[in-house]
């Protein structure tokens, strides 16, 4: 256990040297959460059923992009750049269990993401009186569940990229999509029929469909639910298997 503390306190600080990373985790979610509430405002846009804001509704599909840029952006760059330097393999044979160098970069990962998510809150609620009907709990399942499966994908990505810069271009062919047609960035409601079609294969849109529901007072979307579960398993299971120390 204080090697697993040790390995925390050293992923985090690393971590904090990424400005990159910072930016795109905690900051950018941020940055589009406000700007997006200027320009909307706090108009009602339909939810079914109910008669949320936009920006009630923006808060949890915002979540989307959080688990989004740290599995697809991170993860696998971070990975690639340490195999490529050789400390994957010296961890490896070191006496230490590697499965606490990745657990200790999750929770990292883990923490970074809840942090972001609680920025997005603090936001929303002060500048702009975000309303919320869910149960946080609730919430915080759909989120945790979310961002295990995302970091699945990510640490899958990680053992198939060879270097750094295909780990970078993979992140990026996967991330895009999902960012512009998930209904994280523009309500998916919003879009035409077609789009909506193309989007309901997305992971992220996903993730923003349990955690609208959860946010706004509603059931879980289990069709949504059970995705997200396969994902995790699929991507845990492949990724273990896969895995390359050097």
């Known amino acids: 256990m204080k090697t697993y503390r040790k390995l925390v306190v ?3 600080k690393l971590f904090l040297r990424e400005p990159i990373a910072l930016f795109f985790t905690i900051a950018f979610p941020a940055l589009l959460l406000t700007l997006l509430g200027i320009v909307f405002g706090h108009g009602n846009v ?10 009630d509704q923006q808060v949890p599909a915002l ?8 599995a697809l952006h991170s993860i696998p760059v971070i990975t690639a750049n340490n195999r490529e330097r050789g400390i994957l393999r010296r961890l490896k044979a070191s006496p230490m269990p590697a499965w606490q160098w990745i657990a200790a970069e999750i ?19 002060y500048a702009f009186g975000m309303r919320f009907a869910g149960s946080w709990g609730a919430v915080l399942i759909g989120f945790t569940l979310s961002a295990f499966s995302f970091m699945a994908l990510g640490y899958l990505v990680a053992s198939l990229a060879p270097t750094p810069r295909v780990a970078t271009a993979a992140g990026q062919i996967l991330y895009m999509p999902m960012f512009m047609l998930s209904g994280a960035a523009i309500p998916l409601m919003l879009m035409p029929d077609g789009v909506q079609s193309v989007a309901r294969w997305l992971p992220m849109t996903h993730v923003v469909i349990v955690l609208q529901s959860l946010w706004l007072g509603g059931e879980w979307a289990m069709r949504s ?13 492949l990724s273990a298997r896969l895995f390359r120390w050097e």
């Open 10 to 12: 050293a992923h985090a």
């Open 46 to 55: 339909p939810y079914p059923g109910e008669d949320f804001g936009y920006i």
């Open 63 to 70: 979540a989307g992009i959080i688990v989004g840029t740290i």
């Open 107 to 125: 929770s990292v990962n883990f923490v970074v993401a809840v942090l972001s998510l609680v920025l997005l809150i603090i936001i929303a609620t």
């Open 225 to 237: 639910i059970w995705v997200l579960v396969a994902m995790l398993a699929v991507g845990g299971v």
